[in-house]
């Protein structure tokens, strides 16, 4: 009766075994179908994060490029007007015999659409007539600078 009992208890155990294994077997699969799903909506949520990230790259390097070559270009012209009207302007102010005195000190500088008259002069009229002549060299140049005269009259 013992043998019996035992073989029955082990056949019971065995047919719930095999049963828990199938729904042990059948939950794993869901499981495994579940977080299928899970890895895939968080891949396609990485996807979009990460497209995002780079088209705000891109437009950031885009608006940076931009800046560098507004200010290259800006660099450019100030080189163009130190290269090209700063030397036109020094030459029409020396050529002048009145200006050309070592009693007087005329610097000229080109940058940011503006030539500036600095140093010193003699007096009011030679610092008007300075101011007249860099313009003249200005207009000739065909350039649409701004003349600033910032000249001194020098007391003796």
């Known amino acids: 009766m013992k043998l019996q009992l035992a073989l029955s208890i082990a056949l019971l155990t065995m047919a719930f075994g095999a049963v828990g294994c199938k729904n042990t077997a059948e939950g794993a699969q869901q499981d495994a179908i579940k977080n299928t799903e899970v890895v895939q909506d968080a891949g396609e949520k990485a996807a979009t994060a990460t ?3 780079a088209d705000e790259a891109a437009a950031a390097t885009q608006r940076t490029t ?80 701004v003349l600033i005269n910032e000249l001194k009259i020098k007391h003796k």
């Not at 290259?72 to 012209?77: H, I, N, V």
């Not at 200006?99 to 010193?120: A, P, R």
Request: proline share 1%; aromatic share 2%.
């Open 51 to 53: 497209k995002k990230s």
């Open 66 to 145: 931009d800046r560098a070559i507004s200010a290259t270009g800006k660099m450019g012209k100030n080189v163009g007007d130190a290269l090209g009207l700063t030397p036109q302007v020094k030459l029409a102010i020396t050529d002048d015999k009145e200006l050309n005195n070592t009693s007087n000190l005329i610097d000229v500088e080109s940058s940011n659409d503006t030539v500036t008259l600095k140093g010193y002069v003699l007096s009011e009229a030679m610092k008007q007539r300075a101011g007249r002549i860099a313009q003249k060299a200005i207009g000739a140049s065909g350039s649409k600078n």
